[in-house]
């Protein structure tokens, strides 16, 4: 069963950073454009940020200039660099595939919250 590995979270003050990192198994990494999405709470997850197997990166309006994200492919893992945190970012994070076509069970998330 592929299983998704989300860690990093924390709690930290406005304008701190966070990198989160996702552990996914080989096969869906090679085969996917990955994503981190965030579930506000009361909120509906939301796609945040994802990068393409080729590179290419796609961020949402709230988080551009702030967030970055990467694969590392020795190790099959998205990190999502987090920078100018605001509480508004507060929230549980997971990954996934970035197409929703392709995504599998989601996983257990990291917490991440902002103090203001």
């Known amino acids: 069963q592929v299983r998704l590995v989300e860690s990093g979270g924390g709690l930290v003050q406005a304008g701190g950073s966070l990198t989160l990192s996702c552990a996914a198994p080989?096969?869906?990494?090679?085969?996917?454009?990955l994503g981190w999405f965030r579930q506000a709470p009361g909120k509906q997850r939301e796609l945040v940020a994802y990068?393409?197997?080729?590179?290419?990166?796609f961020f949402v309006d709230s988080v551009k200039g702030r967030f970055a994200i990467s694969r590392d492919n020795a190790k099959s893992t998205v990190l999502l660099q987090m920078n100018s945190l605001l509480p508004e970012d507060t929230g549980i994070y997971y990954c996934?595939?970035?197409?929703?076509?392709?995504?599998?069970?989601w996983g257990q998330g990291t917490q991440v919250t902002v103090s203001s």
């Open positions: 996934n595939a970035a197409d929703p076509r392709l995504r599998t069970n």
């Open positions: 080989r096969n869906m990494f090679l085969g996917n454009d």
């Open positions: 990068v393409r197997r080729g590179g290419e990166k």
